[in-house]
């Protein structure tokens, strides 16, 4: 399933607190981005239309609910720019970013657990 920038905007909203109204979507994405209330609520029929939000009647509105994991959004976004940019490859990935961005003493220092976790687990 691919989802757009946009669309990733108001999965954000929906996966940091859910259920909620397309008003109070609006509320958390809107201001940011300058949309309006027919523009929330395109994105939102977008995203139900994918089968990435289900929702629900409640009175006279909707609310809204993810029905896909935040976790297995990334992993498949991550996978794909992986897969496509980088030949399927890690490494090569961390390594064109250590040499066009400045890691910080944290980032090095969080690249090396991680290393230390995987030779553990081995």
Do not use: C
Request: hydrophobic share 40%; no cysteine.
């Amino acid at each position: 399933m691919r989802i757009s920038s946009a669309e990733s905007l108001i999965m954000e909203a929906l996966w940091r607190d859910s259920p909620l109204s397309a008003e109070q979507v609006m509320a958390q994405v809107s201001e940011d981005q300058g949309w309006t209330p027919a523009t929330v609520k395109s994105l939102l029929n977008r995203l139900l239309t994918k089968g990435a939000v289900a929702a629900e009647a409640q009175g006279r509105r909707y609310l809204y609910r993810p029905l896909i994991a935040r976790n297995d959004y990334v992993h498949t976004e991550s996978r794909g720019l992986i897969d496509r940019l980088f030949d399927g490859r890690l490494a090569p990935m961390v390594a064109h970013f250590s040499q066009r961005e400045t890691l910080s003493p944290e980032d090095v220092a969080e690249l090396k657990r991680l290393i230390a976790e995987i030779d553990d687990g081995r």
